[in-house]
């Protein structure tokens, strides 16, 4: 079964940080470029960050610069978003989606789409 896995969501603080995974099962991520994008209620969906198959290029939407950043493992298989001061904002359902390429910060083509995992920011 081709899949994707997010994990590491949860409830923070406002300046709180959280590192979200996302892990492939049944293909190897390598020779995908990989993108994170989230949803928060009411609101449509948004590219967040994404990274180049080799990892050599990452970009970032302008609301989370500075404050985000995505890495990859692959030999692990796995892809990082490391989110550091994070504000009430952040609040959405983070997916990771892979791509045949980088678009900025949205990955193209998007064929395999993780479930997504809710990342709450709130006192």
């Known amino acids: 079964q081709l899949q994707l896995v997010e994990s590491g969501g949860g409830l923070v603080q406002p300046g709180g940080s959280l590192r979200l995974s996302c892990a492939a099962s049944?293909?190897?991520?390598?020779?995908?470029?990989i993108g994170w994008f989230r949803q928060a209620p009411g609101k449509e969906r948004e590219g967040v960050s994404c990274?180049?198959?080799?990892?050599?290029?990452?970009n970032y939407v302008d609301s989370v610069k500075g404050r985000f950043t995505i890495s990859r493992d692959n030999a692990k298989n796995t892809v990082y978003l490391q989110m550091n001061s994070l504000k009430p904002e952040d609040t959405a359902v983070y997916y990771c989606?892979?791509?045949?390429?980088?678009?900025?910060?949205?990955?193209?083509?998007?064929?395999?789409w993780g479930q997504g995992t809710q990342v709450t920011v709130s006192s």
């Open positions: 989606a892979t791509g045949l390429y980088c678009s900025g910060y949205v990955a193209r083509f998007s064929n395999y």
């Open positions: 049944g293909f190897t991520l390598e020779h995908y470029a």
């Open positions: 990274i180049s198959s080799s990892g050599a290029s990452t």
